[in-house]
């Protein structure tokens, strides 16, 4: 049934067919093993979790010698969770909040993990959202080591800020999953890439799967 669903998406929405033929190929080179590869980490690094949900890539980062992990979710929830979760880490730090262009509220979809202040889904719950300016100006994090990035649709707001602010050259390696809702998103994946390019190389992609930057020495 999935599969036929999945079939009937592209029959009638032909440009979803790049995220289509993406997670095939990611399924055939084996992707995951690319994007959880993280043993450069060290007790000084210092990663950013955007979309921390309930803490499963947060888990993974702290299972390795990582001296600090942020995790950032808006969802009322989640972040409630990951608070509880986290409280007696001290390599963890729970942000209820999500960083973007500007302070504000989100409206959120209660939908598990493909919770989203972009996707068309019913909208029931109020999330922070705090600009990349103000949280940059109240912590001093001079280098970020790793950054995923997975919020549903919020990296098209949270990657711009990031380089308006000048912080995108602070970070050595960066993961992002891009969100593919309509087909005027693509062209603002190529404007981010395009800014991305500036300061990092490409290493590999998978178009609206996942794909992975590094800074440029």
């Given at each position: 049934?999935?599969?036929?669903k999945?079939?009937?998406?592209?029959?009638?929405?032909?440009?979803?067919?790049v995220?289509?033929?993406?997670i095939?190929?990611?399924?055939?080179?084996?992707?995951?093993?690319?994007?959880?590869?993280?043993?450069?980490?060290?007790?000084?690094?210092?990663?950013?979790?955007?979309?921390?949900?309930?803490?499963?890539?947060?888990?993974?980062?702290?299972?390795?010698?990582?001296?600090?992990?942020?995790?950032?979710?808006?969802?009322?929830?989640?972040?409630?969770?990951?608070?509880?979760?986290?409280?007696?880490?001290?390599?963890?730090?729970?942000?209820?909040?999500?960083?973007?262009?500007?302070?504000?509220?989100?409206?959120?979809?209660?939908?598990?993990?493909?919770?989203?202040?972009?996707?068309?889904?019913?909208?029931?719950?109020?999330?922070?959202?705090?600009?990349v300016?103000?949280?940059?100006?109240?912590?001093?994090?001079?280098?970020?080591?790793?950054?995923?990035?997975?919020?549903?649709?919020?990296?098209?707001?949270?990657?711009?800020a990031?380089?308006?602010?000048?912080?995108?050259?602070?970070?050595?390696?960066?993961?992002?999953?891009?969100?593919?809702?309509?087909?005027?998103?693509?062209?603002?994946?190529?404007?981010?890439?395009?800014?991305?390019?500036?300061?990092?190389?490409?290493?590999?992609?998978?178009?609206?799967?996942?794909?992975?930057?590094?800074?440029?020495?």
């Amino acid at each position: 049934m999935a599969s036929l669903k999945k079939w009937l998406d592209q029959r009638r929405n032909p440009w979803k067919s790049v995220f289509y033929d993406a997670i095939k190929r990611w399924r055939r080179e084996n992707g995951p093993k690319r994007l959880y590869s993280y043993d450069t980490l060290t007790a000084d690094s210092v990663a950013f979790d955007f979309g921390g949900f309930k803490g499963e890539w947060a888990d993974r980062i702290l299972a390795t010698r990582c001296g600090m992990c942020h995790i950032f979710e808006p969802h009322p929830r989640f972040a409630g969770e990951l608070d509880q979760k986290y409280a007696d880490q001290p390599r963890a730090q729970s942000h209820a909040f999500a960083l973007g262009s500007s302070d504000g509220t989100l409206n959120l979809s209660d939908s598990g993990d493909s919770s989203s202040a972009v996707a068309a889904h019913d909208r029931s719950l109020s999330g922070e959202i705090r600009s990349v300016k103000r949280f940059f100006a109240e912590n001093d994090v001079p280098r970020i080591d790793l950054v995923k990035i997975n919020i549903e649709g919020g990296e098209y707001d949270l990657l711009p800020a990031l380089a308006e602010a000048g912080i995108l050259p602070r970070i050595q390696r960066l993961q992002v999953q891009f969100h593919l809702f309509s087909p005027e998103l693509m062209a603002e994946r190529d404007a981010i890439r395009a800014t991305l390019a500036k300061t990092h190389t490409c290493v590999w992609e998978y178009p609206f799967v996942w794909e992975e930057w590094h800074r440029k020495s």
